[in-house]
């Protein structure tokens, strides 16, 4: 068994990362083998965008995290203001404007067994990269997606409100979604309804309103989602969240996705059918152009 083949996915060497109060080549940020966040995914991260060397909505997703790892009872070694200036420092050791941001926190090293009483400090490390983006032409043809048998997690299992280190279950939907020869899949909850998609926010739009699930429908409280909400409010469009089903999908006009990494794209089919009439509707050209004048303008 050869452990040394080459990897094309590997990070590149002159990449800087942020490892615990230093930042470091990425050769040498190194968690141990025996951090929690390895042995049982006992962690909580963030995935963030900087535009221009302004992070969009760093205050929103730094709040985001202190309510992962406190809904886990994880004490964040660092205060939000030392967060923010270690996540800029990355950035420029990178010489990164436009780029992606991962921020992680893990339980730290400890011994084996699963109890976080048995760890001593948690680390925290940031990368600063590149991330693949949807092809650009999905922005203009849209994306299809399909159903997911792999229900969201359960609200009082591990609540989807915590953005966990563990995504198992939304990556076996997205090993559903590639095995279908699709980007995307949209999950449902434990009550059939439909949820989010596995790392995106999910809207429709029906007779002129636009609808997406509660965050009581066990879903991830989206940054983008949060954003595209409030375009919406100064559209003045109708909108309502509300239980939404798979029939829904199936009937409605539009149908988009938001996230961090996403920003706003259409989705045109589901299940192989078309949505709407099989193209990116109106309403949902209109807010994926709102948006882009929200990044051009600063956030
Ligand atoms: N639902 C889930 C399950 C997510 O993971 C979103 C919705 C959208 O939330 P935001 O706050 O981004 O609008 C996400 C976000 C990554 C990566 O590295 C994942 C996300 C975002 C950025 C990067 O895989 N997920």
């Given at each position: 068994?050869?452990?040394?083949?080459?990897?094309?996915?590997?990070?590149?060497?002159?990449?800087?990362?942020?490892?615990?109060?230093?930042?470091?080549?990425?050769?040498?940020?190194?968690?141990?083998?025996?951090?929690?966040?390895?042995?049982?995914?006992?962690?909580?991260?963030?995935?963030?965008?900087?535009?221009?060397?302004?992070?969009f909505r760093l205050d929103e997703h730094l709040k985001r995290l202190e309510d992962s790892a406190r809904a886990i009872q994880l004490e964040i070694?660092?205060?939000?203001?030392?967060?923010?200036?270690?996540?800029?420092?990355?950035?420029?050791?990178?010489?990164?404007?436009?780029?992606?941001?991962?921020?992680?926190?893990?339980?730290?090293?400890?011994?084996?067994?699963?109890?976080?009483?048995?760890?001593?400090?948690?680390s925290v490390y940031i990368i600063t990269d590149q991330i693949d983006l949807y092809p650009k032409e999905l922005y203009e043809k849209g994306l299809?997606?399909?159903?997911?048998?792999?229900?969201?997690?359960?609200?009082?299992?591990?609540?989807?409100?915590?953005?966990?280190?563990?995504?198992?279950?939304?990556?076996?939907?997205?090993?559903?979604?590639?095995?279908?020869?699709?980007?995307?899949?949209?999950?449902?909850?434990?009550?059939?309804?439909?949820?989010?998609?596995?790392?995106?926010?999910?809207?429709?739009?029906?007779?002129?309103?636009?609808?997406?699930p509660p965050i009581t429908a066990g879903i991830l409280e989206g940054i983008t989602r949060d954003a595209v909400i409030e375009l919406i409010k100064?559209?003045?469009?109708?909108?309502?969240?509300?239980?939404?089903?798979?029939?829904?999908?199936?009937?409605?006009?539009?149908?988009?996705?938001?996230?961090?990494?996403?920003?706003?794209?259409?989705?045109?089919?589901?299940?192989?059918?078309?949505?709407?009439?099989?193209?990116?509707?109106?309403?949902?050209?209109?807010?994926?152009?709102?948006?882009?004048?929200?990044?051009?303008?600063?956030?």
């Amino acid at each position: 068994m050869n452990f040394d083949q080459p990897n094309p996915f590997a990070p590149k060497p002159d990449l800087k990362v942020f490892l615990n109060g230093k930042i470091v080549p990425v050769a040498e940020a190194r968690i141990s083998v025996f951090d929690h966040c390895i042995l049982y995914g006992d962690g909580v991260f963030e995935g963030l965008r900087s535009y221009g060397g302004k992070v969009f909505r760093l205050d929103e997703h730094l709040k985001r995290l202190e309510d992962s790892a406190r809904a886990i009872q994880l004490e964040i070694p660092m205060t939000r203001k030392e967060l923010s200036d270690a996540v800029y420092d990355t950035l420029r050791a990178n010489n990164i404007g436009d780029g992606y941001v991962r921020l992680m926190v893990t339980r730290g090293v400890g011994t084996l067994g699963l109890s976080p009483r048995r760890t001593a400090c948690p680390s925290v490390y940031i990368i600063t990269d590149q991330i693949d983006l949807y092809p650009k032409e999905l922005y203009e043809k849209g994306l299809a997606v399909i159903s997911s048998s792999i229900v969201r997690n359960h609200p009082n299992a591990v609540s989807p409100r915590i953005k966990s280190c563990n995504y198992l279950n939304n990556i076996l939907a997205k090993i559903e979604a590639m095995d279908a020869d699709v980007l995307e899949a949209v999950m449902y909850n434990h009550l059939g309804n439909v949820a989010e998609c596995t790392g995106d926010n999910i809207f429709l739009v029906r007779d002129g309103m636009v609808q997406t699930p509660p965050i009581t429908a066990g879903i991830l409280e989206g940054i983008t989602r949060d954003a595209v909400i409030e375009l919406i409010k100064k559209r003045s469009l109708p909108f309502r969240q509300m239980e939404l089903s798979r029939h829904d999908l199936y009937v409605a006009d539009e149908c988009f996705l938001t996230g961090t990494a996403a920003e706003v794209i259409p989705v045109t089919k589901i299940d192989g059918r078309p949505i709407g009439t099989g193209e990116p509707g109106p309403v949902t050209r209109q807010l994926i152009e709102d948006f882009r004048e929200l990044l051009a303008s600063g956030g």
